[in-house]
């Protein structure tokens, strides 16, 4: 899609509105062949604002148009996040004519207090009315209580509502999408608490290998991050229509994306396979990030499913890369060694691909004239780095010149999708990921994959893409 500005931080491969500010995806529904993407929009700024939800659409999840506003702010307050779904049978009753009506969730933010309300559209998303017995649960006496999640209950034939409040996740139940009846809770003392929960999502996931599935809470955490900042966790555990229960210990921490820019990702409803995107951004510096005439990015979409080995459940992200992104392969080589290769790489976005045999030492170095970021693998302490320090402009915000870790057992394979202004990368098929951003003031045009120790790293596969659309 075309954007006014073609600014230097406008990324390739990963959405950004046209202008202005924007934070979490919201109401991430799929219908009759188009991805919708609402958004947290401040439509007269580059800085958070009133929220509304911007709006854009995307047949292939790469290339994406933007559409008008879907819902504005009004008595009851601001239009902060939540989600949407298709009323397939039209429980509510809000549909009109022959198209399934679609409803959003969401949370009016009001001065005084945060409540759920609805809006539904009779035209594949186009225009949206709110629904008129708004709000649809009511405060019960909680500063935190926002970004509904709902998604339809099979076993139960329920909508269940998923909500953040504070220190724990409410879920409620619907068999209308108006009127909800609580449930239960979870997790004050579970996880990371080291901020205040945003942005849940209760999903049952495949597990890899096995015929069943397995119930996964994805909680976005403020801050409390595992390197600063927002972050996402997860929990699993099961989920009988009414109560969550976690396999977990109390203490235990999982994390989704261990960068500092991955934040409020959620699912889309409707997909065959469960695809999540992320605000790949951080509350701690997202309002000053260097670019002009827009600001924030979402992440790349990524599909997910869960892998069990002796019993721990570990989250996979597989990035969608989609056919009509024209790949053209840059650098390709099996079965080698190095101690120190180079690579002319074009512009950004492109995509490198590691095989290694075993856990080694060495860095991958993103060079150019603006700036070098590093990616450390660490045999000796197990670890992954991400160096940011040097890598362009860091000093828009005390927070953002950083080394963000990443614990390693093992290393076969990494996945480094690098766009215009943020690195994401996927170790050992997406069991291991991390997002980082990053501002280099002029483009990347060389990698160096070097050994930290005074020997080779073998490998089984090098390989460098570059993409156009
Ligand atoms: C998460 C969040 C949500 C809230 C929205 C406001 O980033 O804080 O909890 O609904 O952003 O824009």
Known sequence: TKKTSMERYRPALHFSADKHWINDPNGLVFYKGEYHLFYQYHPHSTIWGPMHWGHAISKNLVTWEELPIALYPDELGAIFSGSAVVDWNNTSGLQTGEEAVMVAIFTHHGEDNEKQSIAYSNDRGRTWVKYEGNPVVSNPDLKDFRDPKVFWHEETSKWIMSLACGDHIRFYRSHNLKDWEYLSSFGEKYGNHGGVWECP?????????????????????????????????????????????????????????????????????????????????????ANQTPTAEFRGSMSIPRSLSLENKEGVHTLIQTPILSDEMRSNTIFDRQNGSFESLTVKVPEQPFMVELKLNNLSSFDILLKGEGGN??????????????????????????????????????????????????????VNGGRSVMTESFYPT???????????????????QIGVQSFSL
């Open 201 to 285: 999502d209760l999903i049952n996931l495949e597990v890899e290998g096995e015929q069943l599935k397995k119930w996964v809470l994805i909680v976005s955490v403020n801050p409390g991050g595992p390197n600063d900042g927002s972050a996402i966790q997860y929990f699993t555990g099961d989920f009988d229509g009414r109560m969550f229960v976690t396999d977990q210990c109390e203490s235990e921490e999982k994390w989704a994306d261990w960068g500092r820019d991955f934040y409020a990702a959620v699912t889309w409803s409707g997909t065959e396979q469960p695809i999540w995107i992320g605000w790949m951004n951080n509350w701690q510096y």
């Open 373 to 426: 970021l590093r990616v450390e693998f660490d045999g000796a302490s197990q670890e992954v780095r991400v160096d940011r320090t040097k890598s362009g402009l860091v000093e828009f915000s005390e927070h953002f010149a950083s080394v963000d870790a990443m614990p390693l057992k093992s290393f076969q394979d990494a996945l480094l999708l690098v766009d215009k202004a943020s690195v994401e990368l996927f």
């Open 442 to 460: 002029g483009s990347i045009n060389t990698l160096e994959f070097k050994s930290s120790l005074n020997e080779p790293v073998e490998y089984k």
